[in-house]
């Protein structure tokens, strides 16, 4: 019979964009490993979702530890940040965009894909600094492309940003931008976009062990990874093991942390974020 006192299985939370495959390499054989010391990560379960859906189950108690967008830790103080294992860019990141349909300054409408948070508040937050606009948002239904909204401006995030559109559709559109470009041209910082966050009372220590030990056996498997993913998105191997090399970082450094110390203020100051409460 089952250990009635033993805790349930650790429910961890990813995205199953490309960009993340190197932070849960190997999971089940990691986890397994790791749990002969470490057992409060026997039996550990891997789920896959959207990074707004993620957010929310961690937020209502249905994941324990999840990848989430680092928007969402702003208005989750009590969640702990774990481990130094991110999804960062320092530079083109090649899958999160805007496409315009009109100049940027004239844009009344924005299409937000209905995966993204950080880089939703990301977009709204350059185009209010550089351009002076806040248009009115709609959402962007997963499955639906740029063919589908007559939005002004759309913004795509994810395996499906990285295809460039078709010529007749691209024509439609005036300008387009990548948005960790644009972050690092206005502040040469990096752009931080998701992290590994738990709730209240997570095993951190083991957490963080199992998480870092995924990343690091990811970036030794790059080319292993583009192999297997990138051929059944429409890319070609050489492809996806350029963007996982070169236009992704999968660390949370120094330099990460003033860069999200920094979108986390300019946010607030842009009316994005509540102000924080007032000390009584």
Sequence with gaps: MPDRDLPPPLRIGAVN???????????????????GGRPSLAGARLL??????????????????ALVPVFETFANPDWQVLSDACVAADGPVGSVKVYFRKPPHCVRTLALDEGSRTSAALCRLLLDRRCGVRPERRPLP?????????????????????????????????????????????????????????????????????????????????DHIAAAEGPPLGLT????????????????????????????????????????????
């Design 17 to 35: 964009y490309l960009n993340s495959k190197p932070l849960i390499f190997r999971f089940a054989d990691h986890a397994a490993r790791l749990a």
């Design 48 to 65: 896959c979702d959207l990074p707004s859906r993620l957010a929310d189950s961690l937020a209502a108690g249905r994941l324990d530890v």
């Design 142 to 222: 997963i499955g639906c492309g740029l063919a589908d909204a007559d939005a002004d401006a759309v913004l795509l995030i994810g395996d499906r940003a990285m295809h460039p559109p078709a010529a007749a559709i691209r024509d439609r559109f005036v300008a387009a931008w990548d948005l960790a470009h644009e972050w690092r041209i206005d502040t040469g910082q990096p752009f931080v976009f998701a992290v590994w966050a738990a709730r209240p009372g997570a095993p951190a220590e083991a957490l963080t062990a199992l998480l870092q030990a995924c990343r690091d056996d990811g970036l030794a498997h790059l």
């Design 237 to 280: 191997a050489d492809h996806a093991q350029r963007y996982l090399r070169d236009n992704l970082r999968y660390r949370f450094g120094a330099r990460q942390h003033d860069a999200l110390a920094r979108f986390q203020s300019l946010c607030r100051e842009a009316g994005l974020l509540p102000a924080p409460a007032a000390a009584s």
